[in-house]
Structures are given as C-alpha cells and as structure tokens.
C-alpha cells in the first residue's frame, strides 16, 4: 500500500472511529432514564448497559498494547461482559466508555502507514494490521447500531434523528 495511501485510510478509519463514538453518546443521552439504560427488551437480548460494557471491553482488550500483544488479553473475561452485576449507573456506563475509547483512540492515532502491513494477533489468528481495525470497526458499527435502536425505541416520540430526518 502506497503511504499516501496508508496514511489516508488511517485519517479515514479515525474518522470512521469517532462518527460512531459520537453517534452511540448522542443516542445514550436520548435514554433519559437509568431504567431505560439497563432494561433488556426481552430475556434473549442485550441492554444499552451490557452493550456499552461489551464494547469497552473489547476495546480495551484489543487496543491494549495493540502491536506487541496478542489483542484477546488474559484478563479479559468475555462471558462476564454480557452478565449484569445490578443497575449500572449512567456515570459508571460512560466511565467504561471513555476510559475504553481513550485507549482505542490513542492506539490508533499512533500508527503510521508502515504499521498498516505489520501482523498481530487477536484469539491466536494472525492478521494484518488493517484488518484487524477494518474487523473491529465493523464490530462497533454493529453495536452501535444495538444501541441507536434501544435507544430509539425507548425515547420513543421524544427522539432526535441523529443524521438526515425523514421527509415530512
């Protein structure tokens, strides 16, 4: 990959990165209710709580020492991310946000063009670089998109589009 190249999609990915941060905290702050934060729609699915939970904690997990260090880290237990351990409070949800995020970000405004072609390893496979980040963005477009509908449906009448409104 040409450096131009490499250092365009690395402008690009940061963007891609922050458009969904932005767009999971305006949906957040939509569910008015700490209730509305953690209730579940039915006992298969996830709340806003436990999706925000997971997410940090692949972040942190993946971001971690991102280049040198396998990115499913052993103190990471997954399972537990998607358990409730009680209400958690709005503060507590964007605490484990930021400090994920934060970690995520710095990562990856720390790479240059050259890293885009270095292999890492997450779970043991080994991948290159940009797709490692092309695999983990795609993950958070994913739950981002979980959390725009919860917190949608929750607001209900009272919800503000996050990008173009329908016609009226």
């Known amino acids: ?96 946000w930021n400090d994920a995020w934060t970690i995520a970000m710095s990562s990856i405004e720390t790479l240059s063009a050259d890293d885009l072609e270095r292999t890492i390893r997450i779970r043991g496979e080994e991948m290159l670089v940009v797709e490692a980040l092309n695999r983990s963005v795609t993950h958070a477009a994913y739950h981002v998109g979980q959390i725009v509908y919860l917190a949608r449906h929750f607001a209900g009448t009272d919800w503000k589009t996050l990008s173009i409104p329908k016609r009226r």
């Not at 450096?3 to 767009?23: F, G, H, P, Q, V």
């Not at 358990?83 to 507590?92: I, L, M, P, V, Y």
């Open 1 to 96: 990959m040409s450096s131009k190249l490499a250092d365009a999609y690395l402008r690009n990915i940061l963007r891609t990165y922050r458009t969904y941060k932005e767009m999971a905290e305006r949906a957040i702050a939509q569910a008015t209710s700490e209730d509305d934060l953690n209730r579940e729609l039915d006992e298969s699915s996830n709340s806003i709580a436990i999706i925000v939970k997971h997410m940090s904690g692949n972040l942190r997990s993946r971001f971690r020492d991102f280049l040198t260090s396998d990115g499913e880290k052993p103190d990471r237990n997954r399972d537990s991310e998607f358990e409730s351990e009680g209400r958690a409070s709005r503060e507590q949800l964007l605490r484990w």
